[in-house]
């Protein structure tokens, strides 16, 4: 990894850090989730960043892939356990966080679970560690609290414009062998919950990625298409689109380009048993002798 891109991938940490602590004021109830997303998006540029994938807000049960849809009428609750998963990239070069608030106050003991879970996980981060060691010890610290991690959910390796790329970073044991590397940056994210411990898919998805631009018939899918071209592989929302294309419009649009997979859908993730969900996240560089906290 050249200089150039150890920066931006630092100054995207940066701005990723500082969004992530300044919008924690955002959770409160009453508070509409379209507002909330709205506002962490615009910060993201405010900063001199760009927006690495729409901003998801998963509510209780809710455990990946939902960002706002275009008005969306959610607003927090004052029972709510709240996730904000957040990606900032410079030049391609992405750094990704998430973190969790109780507004219940009831589940405190499974963030703190989880939270440990991550720590630990980053502890043992160097050249070397097998990923089935990361998994191993992210499971055993959060069963030790008498939970359970989303065993079908990983972390990633990212790369520039790619933020699923390369190995997976498992949050439970695996027979895996995959060794980490130096120079690699990783996504790590375990999910803790009080439920059965996997996530299932909802028919619904508001957020899509770019697989191959192919032709097209429809103008307003040529449209779509040119707008998220340069996006690459990176995620975008729906709601992104909607003042330029009528909303009815993009949905059958949307349909048409996964069907002719042209764009990849990302349906919105849900704990099996309907369990509480807590999820965070850090980014990291692996270095010569363990790694580099881009997101801290």
Request: glycine share 6%; aromatic share 8%.
């Amino acid at each position: 990894m050249d200089d150039n891109q150890i920066k931006s991938y630092r100054k995207a940490g940066k701005i990723a850090s500082r969004i992530r602590e300044w919008s924690r004021s955002l959770i409160q109830p009453g508070m509409k989730i379209i507002e909330i997303a709205e506002k962490i998006e615009e910060k993201i540029i405010s900063l001199g960043g760009e927006i690495a994938f729409p901003v998801n807000i998963c509510i209780n049960n809710i455990t990946a892939h939902y960002t706002p849809k275009f008005n969306d009428k959610i607003t927090l609750e004052r029972d709510d356990v709240v996730s904000i998963d957040m990606g900032v990239h410079i030049n391609g070069y992405i750094a990704d966080t998430a973190y969790t608030i109780d507004l219940s106050g009831e589940y405190e003991r499974m963030l703190k679970a989880n939270e440990e879970a991550l720590k630990n996980a980053i502890d043992i981060i160097k050249p070397g560690v097998k990923v089935s060691e990361i998994g191993s010890i992210i499971q055993k610290t959060i069963h030790e609290y008498g939970f359970k991690p989303i065993e079908n959910l990983t972390g990633h390796e990212i790369k520039q414009y790619d933020l699923h790329a390369g190995i997976s970073i498992p949050n439970i044991e695996v027979p895996y062998k995959w060794e980490i590397e130096e120079g690699m940056v990783l996504a790590l994210e375990p999910f803790a919950t009080n439920g059965y411990g996997r996530v299932i898919e909802s028919k619904r998805a508001e957020i899509f990625s770019l697989l191959e631009n192919k032709p097209t018939r429809l103008r307003e899918a040529r449209l779509l298409l040119n707008e998220i071209e340069g996006r690459k592989k990176l995620p975008f929302a729906k709601r992104w689109f909607c003042k330029k294309i009528n909303p009815m419009k993009l949905s059958l649009i949307l349909r048409d380009l996964v069907s002719n997979e042209i764009l990849k859908e990302y349906p919105i993730l849900h704990e099996k048993e309907n369990g509480i969900v807590s999820q965070f996240e850090h980014t990291v560089m692996v270095v010569e002798d363990g790694c580099e906290v881009i997101t801290h």
